[in-house]
Antibody
Framework: EVQLVESGGDLVQPGGSLRLSCAAS????????MTWVRQAPGKGLEWVAS????????HYVDSVKGRFTISRDNAKISLYLQMNDLRAEDTAVYYC????????????WGQGTLVTVSS | DIQLTQSPSFLSASVGDRVTITCRAS??????LAWYQQKPGKAPNLLIH???TLQSGVPSRFSGSGSGTEFTLTVSSLQPEDFATYYC?????????FGQGTRLEIK
């Protein structure tokens, strides 16, 4: 069974930084594109970033470009999201998800980790 | 960016009803559309991808259709566990975008 477990969410002040992690298991992590999707409280889903199998290709939504960095460690079967210069509008539950093959459809999701940006 | 507009945003229905949710794209996306179900406090669950392909393990009462700019998700006979929020998502081009969601509630 595919399992994705996020961690690292916390309360952080505006302008602060946070690193989210997603521990994967039970599937060929090295062979999978991975992604982060977020959901602000009471709102819809927003795609944040995706990374290919070897980390050489990354895509970001415009609102996080230059502030967030998606990365992965295939030896540790883990996905990361480094978030800098955090803003109130970054407050959300952050989900990591696995892509279905090489297409940007998300077939397995973690349970999410909450990031709150507030003073 | 490709915008996805779902209608209705809210739907009230009864167990056994047939319901249809529509997703319209601001430009053509071929068949590169997926549907997800999300229950409160839970992660989304993939129902359908590539407009009409049922994801493994998803009941056959769910079906999808469409291409280009207009897509539909149909539930043929609502079950109690189907009351949730549904999202469409396009993968035609970056940035990947979702519809605003359709909340399906029990009448």
């Amino acid at each position: 069974e595919v399992q994705l477990v996020e961690s690292g969410g916390d309360l952080v002040q505006p302008g602060g930084s946070l690193r989210l992690s997603c521990a994967a298991s039970e599937f060929t992590f090295r062979g999978s594109w991975m992604t982060w999707v977020r959901q602000a409280p009471g709102k819809g889903l927003e795609w944040v970033a995706s990374i290919n199998q070897d980390g050489g290709v990354r895509h970001y939504v415009d609102s996080v470009k230059g502030r967030f960095t998606i990365s992965r460690d295939n030896a540790k079967i883990s996905l990361y999201l480094q978030m800098n210069d955090l803003r109130a509008e970054d407050t959300a539950v952050y989900y990591c998800a696995k892509l279905l093959g090489d297409v940007s459809t998300f077939d397995y999701w973690g349970q999410g980790t909450l990031v709150t940006v507030s003073s | 960016d490709i915008q996805l507009t779902q209608s209705p945003s809210f739907l009230s229905a009864s167990v056994g009803d047939r319901v249809t949710i529509t997703c319209r794209a601001s430009q053509g996306i071929s068949r590169y559309l997926a549907w997800y179900q999300q229950k409160p406090g839970k992660a989304p669950n993939l129902l359908i991808h590539t407009a009409s392909t049922l994801q493994s393990g998803v009941p056959s009462r769910f079906s999808g259709s469409g291409s280009g700019t207009e897509f539909t998700l149909t539930v043929s006979s609502l079950q109690p566990e189907d009351f949730a929020t549904y999202y469409c998502q396009q993968r035609n081009s970056y940035p990947i975008t979702f519809g605003q969601g359709t909340r399906l509630e029990i009448k």
